[in-house]
T-cell receptor
Framework: LAKTTQPISMDSYEGQEVNITCSHN???????ITWYQQFPSQGPRFIIQ???TKVTNEVASLFIPADRKSSTLSLPRVSLSDTAVYYC????????????????FGTGTLLAVQP | DAGVIQSPRHEVTEMGQEVTLRCKPI?????LFWYRQTMMRGLELLIY????????DSGMPEDRFSAKMPNASFSTLKIQPSEPRDSAVYFC??????????????FGPGTRLTVL
């Protein structure tokens, strides 16, 4: 099962682009990479998901190199409200029917955005 | 849309007591997940259901923990007897489709459990 590793914390300033990298050396062929955001006293919230190359939505981009051993969440022009913990999630399929899966959350990265 | 509803939001109990946490998933969602979050271990998946059937409970820490989903709109996580090391925030999440792999999970606000 793919284990993920993220930096414990990162600091940034408002208006900057922030890139958070997640390492998943043992990722399997059918695994997907998903990022969640969590504010204090709230449950995690989905940000973005990808399999390979680049995925972009209205809030973030996800870059996945060809070997897929890592992924980078990119947050453009962060604001104070982006201060949160960001989790990298690798979803491992154990059977192709999708009935049995393992969800492995990373340790999370605390992003602190300062004015 | 009310989102995932969990109750109670806070629970304080004494060691040895039975604790029952409740979850109402988003209407129309077919999968339900129970997680536990602590500072030491982070966010851990305990068990998940698909169409009310438990699919994977390998994350349940021990026999003191049990989960049920009697219908599509209700699930419980029970700890009996509770121990101080069970103190954590317990999250319930639901997703629309059957694919744990690709379907977005929507989390509830969590239940903060303190066992004295």
């Amino acid at each position: 099962l793919a284990k993920t590793t993220q930096p414990i914390s990162m600091d940034s300033y408002e208006g900057q682009e922030v890139n958070i990298t997640c390492s998943h050396n043992n990722i399997a062929t059918n695994d997907y990479i998903t990022w969640y955001q969590q504010f204090p006293s709230q449950g995690p919230r989905f940000i973005i998901q990808g399999y390979k190359t680049k995925v972009t939505n209205e809030v973030a981009s996800l870059f996945i190199p060809a070997d897929r051993k890592s992924s980078t969440l990119s947050l453009p022009r962060v604001s104070l409200s982006d201060t949160a913990v960001y989790y990298c999630l690798v979803t491992t399929v154990l059977d192709y029917g999708g009935a049995t899966n393992k969800l492995i959350f990373g340790t999370g990265t605390l992003l602190a955005v300062q004015p | 849309d009310a989102g995932v509803i969990q109750s109670p939001r806070h629970e304080v109990t004494e060691m040895g007591q039975e604790v029952t946490l409740r979850c109402k998933p988003i209407s129309g969602h077919n999968s339900l997940f129970w997680y536990r979050q602590t500072m030491m271990r982070g966010l851990e998946l305990l068990i998940y259901f698909n169409n009310n059937v438990p699919i994977d409970d390998s994350g349940m820490p021990e026999d003191r923990f049990s989960a049920k989903m009697p219908n599509a709109s209700f699930s419980t996580l029970k700890i009996q007897p509770s121990e101080p090391r069970d103190s954590a925030v317990y999250f319930c999440a639901s997703s629309k489709g059957p694919s744990v792999l690709t379907d977005t999970q929507y989390f509830g606000p969590g239940t903060r459990l303190t066992v004295l």
